[in-house]
């Protein structure tokens, strides 16, 4: 079993849909999860980063972390063909500027 | 966010020749960058950790003498891929921090093509 389980897609909703993408985890010790977006051939953009469990909303962006359930979801509202992405979850026991433990990444399509 | 540069975004070479990719942080003092690979529709796979003025570790499976890293400065760091094969052709990605306690930012990649 990995380490962090994220479903690969892809996932295709219409412009203005809100999205939900997950990972969940086993091990109990991560402590700061993230989200990236990471475009075709270019490196991955860091959109949400949170500590602990709880919720944290960054414009169409909420991130929200349960730790007792060991899951993590990335909620976009509104969506727009430009967040048409791959998605990648990352967690790490100690600060985001250790190594991380990706999820495989959810490839999203949003349509006109 | 912190900017971090990469160079080249992509490069063609012959098999057996050395390839080098420059990672460097511009806006911040990067104490810790990290060196990835990405095949198509695959997640980033972690081949190295590198520290300024130290050696690099790398991660098991991967041959330091095939793949050296160098990180001589704060803003630098350095991937020499030695004498490639069509095997190495992969997108290889940095990535930098300011400090083990902040966020992790990435550069956009380098993709490798070896003929």
């Known amino acids: 079993q990995k380490e962090v389980e994220q479903d690969p897609g892809p996932l295709s909703v219409p412009e203005g849909a809100i999205v939900s993408l997950n990972c969940t985890y086993s091990?109990?010790?991560?402590?700061?999860f993230m989200w990236y977006r990471q475009y075709s051939r270019k490196g991955p953009e860091l959109l949400m980063y949170?500590?602990?469990?709880g919720n944290k909303e960054d414009g169409r962006f909420t991130a929200q972390v349960d730790k007792s359930s060991k899951y993590i979801s990335l909620f976009i509202r509104d969506s727009q063909p430009s967040d048409s992405a791959t998605y990648l979850c990352a967690m790490t026991p100690s600060g985001g500027g250790n190594k991380l433990t990706f999820g495989t990444g959810t490839q999203l399509k949003v349509e006109l | 966010g912190a900017v971090v540069s990469q160079h080249p975004s992509w490069v063609i070479c012959k098999s057996g020749t050395s390839v080098k990719i420059e990672c460097r942080s511009l806006?911040?003092?990067?104490?810790?960058m990290f060196w990835y690979r990405q095949f198509p529709k695959q997640s980033l796979m972690l081949m190295a950790t590198s520290n300024e003025g130290s050696k690099a570790t790398y991660e098991q499976g991967v041959e330091k003498d095939k793949f050296l890293i160098n990180h001589a400065s704060l803003t630098l760091s350095t991937l020499t891929v030695t004498s490639a094969h069509p095997e190495d052709s992969s997108f290889y990605i940095c990535s930098a921090s300011e400090g083990s306690n902040e966020k992790l930012f990435f550069g956009s990649g380098t993709q490798l093509s070896v003929l």
């Open positions: 806006d911040f003092q990067a104490t810790t």
């Open positions: 091990n109990s010790a991560f402590q700061y």
């Open positions: 949170t500590y602990s469990s």
